[in-house]
């Protein structure tokens, strides 16, 4: 801001440096409140109580930011000592004599004391017990309890994470995807004296599809938890490298740990991005990336070939992928991965609510309210509800609970996420869908009558 000093400019670019430094806000909320900016000044408390919401000083500061009357006694322990400034003898009042002795009367005698309004005290530990036996699900009906923990991680190279306990069944609704999986990938690997009989190899691949933020990489984590199967993800960060020769290195290590430690899941998130279109490419270097993709899913470079290995990948853009790459025999096989549906979106919003203080939350209104969310956007919706309960909180100093009102007005501020990819996806599946890629895209926007 032009009008700011140069030390409230230093502070603020402190804070942006080190947003968890408390004592670091709250100097910086201090020096705002001094220059008259009570609405920074709340701001900055509030964030600070997010990092530490036992600080008794973020309280007392948002309460002096807000006009708060202070309470009638304050524990000394409890204040910031401010820099002792020296009386000037030319400014100061005289101090009246005592008759009696003629000696200056002490300046903080009772008669001069402004009169102390009891003012009782907002006692926010009480409220905090309070609160503390109402934490988690409040909600109309009966709440489900369902933790999986996966699986430690091993601490080999490319960090191949060991058979976690994630299963389908850990996956709220999206009966239609787990049926999917279900007849296309698990089953054939879950019988091989079938898979031996029809001459099906223990390989295969898999691209999953859809709007971000819709849980690609938990259902490919579940897979491999149906598979019990070890877990490798790759990103683009864990491949790329500035030397020439490196990159492509770098996948023929990462496919060949996969081998070592067989069966194991080689998850390729961001696709688009690993398996760009070659012919949009003009970098050498990335289209090397992709010819060394092609020949590990081959599994040239292996005489046992990539057996025991399963491959899925991730995109949101899967007509930016390499066609090659979805020739059959590599990613032949294609999921489109929906926002979750009613069941999914309670199962979601439970797990996201189950440990804030709330109180009889209707699901079933919030469910109806969010159709078309991503799994992200409804993390968000609740994250909203729960900063507009705590501002009102601090600012009204009473703890109150979120409500289905929060929730529902959240969910009215947020616009689903997956409405830009719908409208991009639809062009691709009318005007571009050769060989039938994209018809279960089609289908599904013409049931939602999107077309």
Not at 76 to 91: F, I, K, N
Not at 271 to 280: F, I, N, P, V
Not at 361 to 385: M, P
Not at 430 to 448: S, T, V
Request: some cysteine.
């Amino acid at each position: 801001m032009a009008d700011e000093s140069p030390l409230i400019r230093s502070l603020r670019a402190a804070v942006a440096a080190a947003p968890g430094d408390v004592p670091l806000r709250l100097h910086f909320a201090e020096l705002l409140l001094s220059e008259g900016r009570h609405d920074e000044a709340v701001a900055e408390a509030a964030v600070a109580l997010q990092h530490a919401p036992g600080d008794a000083d973020a309280r007392a500061l948002m309460m002096r930011a807000m006009g708060v009357p202070p309470v009638a006694a304050p524990a000394p322990a409890t204040e910031r000592p401010g820099p002792a400034v020296p009386a000037d003898p030319a400014t100061e009042p005289p101090v009246p004599a005592d008759p009696a002795t003629d000696a200056p009367a002490p300046a903080d005698t009772p008669a001069e004391q402004p009169p102390v309004a009891d003012v009782p005290a907002f006692d926010w530990g009480a409220a905090e017990q309070q609160v503390q036996d109402l934490v988690g699900p409040r909600f109309l009906e009966d709440p489900q309890a369902a933790d999986g923990e996966g699986g430690a991680g091993d601490a080999a190279a490319w960090d191949v994470d060991a058979p976690g306990a994630v299963r389908l069944a850990d996956v709220g609704g999206m009966e239609e995807v787990k049926d999917r999986l279900e007849a296309a990938f698990l089953a054939p690997m879950r019988n091989p004296e079938l898979r031996r009989l029809y001459g099906k190899s223990l390989r295969g691949g898999l691209l999953l599809y859809g709007p971000p933020g819709c849980g690609k990489t938990f259902i490919a984590r579940a897979v491999a938890g149906e598979l019990g199967a070890n877990f490798l993800t790759v990103s683009l960060s864990d491949v790329l490298d500035m030397w020439i020769g490196a990159s492509e290195k770098n996948i023929h290590d990462i496919f060949e740990t996969a081998r070592r430690q067989a069966p194991c899941v080689v998850f390729l998130d961001e696709l688009d991005a690993l398996g760009a279109k070659r012919s949009r490419t003009h970098h050498s270097g990335l289209r090397n990336v992709v010819n060394q993709l092609l020949t590990e899913l081959d599994g040239i470079a292996s005489g046992a070939g990539n057996e025991g290995v399963f491959v899925l990948a991730a995109t949101n853009v899967p007509w930016d992928v390499d066609i090659a790459l979805r020739r059959p025999g590599r990613l032949d096989r294609t999921l489109l991965v929906l926002p979750p549906d009613a069941t999914a979106r309670e199962a979601i919003l439970r797990y996201h609510l189950r440990e804030r203080p709330i109180e009889a939350v209707d699901l079933g209104k919030l469910v109806k309210a969010t159709e078309d969310f991503s799994g992200a956007d409804l993390a968000h919706v609740c994250e909203t509800a729960a900063e507009a309960a705590l501002l009102d909180s601090a600012r009204s100093g009473r703890v109150r609970l979120i409500t289905t009102k929060d929730l529902l007005g959240a969910a009215k501020q947020i616009k689903p996420s997956t409405e830009p990819w719908f409208a991009a996806a639809r062009n691709v599946a009318m005007f571009a869908n050769e060989g039938g890629l994209y018809d279960d895209l089609l289908a599904h926007l013409k049931r939602k009558r999107k077309l």
